[in-house]
């Protein structure tokens, strides 16, 4: 058993990011025992949902004349534009059906605001508005994490950096996430994770 100190923070193992999923991370179903069976070391485990209404403003196609994977400006900055994934109450929004999800202590929901996308388990992508994580996460004596799931170049990047940033100890089991790679973004990210403290695994 690792300290209580220590928190597991699995990132959006939901049936969108798997194989058949609207928005599937090539081998997103192979990391699911690995994480089953680390959930055990860990007095605290986290289980991040992304959670998105209908015709939110990451999907391509709330956007006439955009198609998924363009990237268009949004005030907060560059925002990709997804096919429609993780609605709220669907199937796709579902934690994928071989996924503990008994362990865990909460599960945080993210991306729910119509307006802007949410990446991070800690912030909006405007960077400011929080989630809560990072409090409940203090008010339990959380210091140190490690971050498993999907996708290791958007939704687990942006947690590790965060996490990071509101000055956690994090290190990310790349063994345990698989990425989208859209022009060069697992290298990115791996540079972006790098350079933010976090230790790659
Ligand atoms: C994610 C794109 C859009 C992720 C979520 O979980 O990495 N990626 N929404
Ligand atoms: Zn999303």
């Known amino acids: 058993m690792r300290p209580t100190t220590d928190a597991l923070i699995i990132i959006d193992v939901q049936n969108d990011f798997c194989p058949g999923g609207s928005l599937a991370v090539p081998g997103g179903d192979e990391i699911i025992a690995g994480i089953n069976s680390l959930m055990d070391q860990f007095s605290v485990c986290v289980l991040t949902q992304?959670?998105?209404p209908t015709g939110h403003s990451s999907f391509a196609s709330s956007l006439a004349g955009k198609g998924p994977y363009d990237v268009i400006e949004m005030?907060?900055?560059?925002?990709v534009l997804w096919p429609d994934h993780?609605?709220?109450?669907?199937?796709?929004?579902?934690?994928?059906?071989?996924?503990?999800?008994?362990p865990a202590d909460l599960i945080i929901r993210k991306g729910y605001n119509s307006a802007i996308d949410?990446?991070?388990?800690?912030?909006?992508?405007?960077?400011?508005t929080?989630?809560?994580?990072?409090?409940?996460?203090?008010?339990?004596?959380?210091?140190?994490?490690v971050m498993v799931g999907l996708a290791l170049d958007f939704c687990v990047n942006f947690s590790a950096v965060d996490a990071a940033k509101l000055g956690f100890e994090v290190s990310v089991d790349q063994g345990l996430c698989r990425a989208i790679d859209l022009d060069g973004s697992l290298a990115a990210a791996q540079d972006a994770m790098q350079s933010a403290g976090v230790s790659l695994g």
């Open 50 to 52: 992304d959670w998105h």
């Open 75 to 79: 005030p907060y900055g560059p925002q």
């Open 86 to 102: 993780c609605v709220q109450g669907t199937g796709g929004a579902a934690f994928h059906k071989d996924l503990r999800t008994d």
């Open 118 to 128: 949410s990446y991070s388990a800690f912030f909006e992508n405007d960077q400011v």
């Open 130 to 145: 929080p989630t809560g994580l990072d409090g409940y996460l203090r008010s339990r004596g959380v210091e140190r994490l």
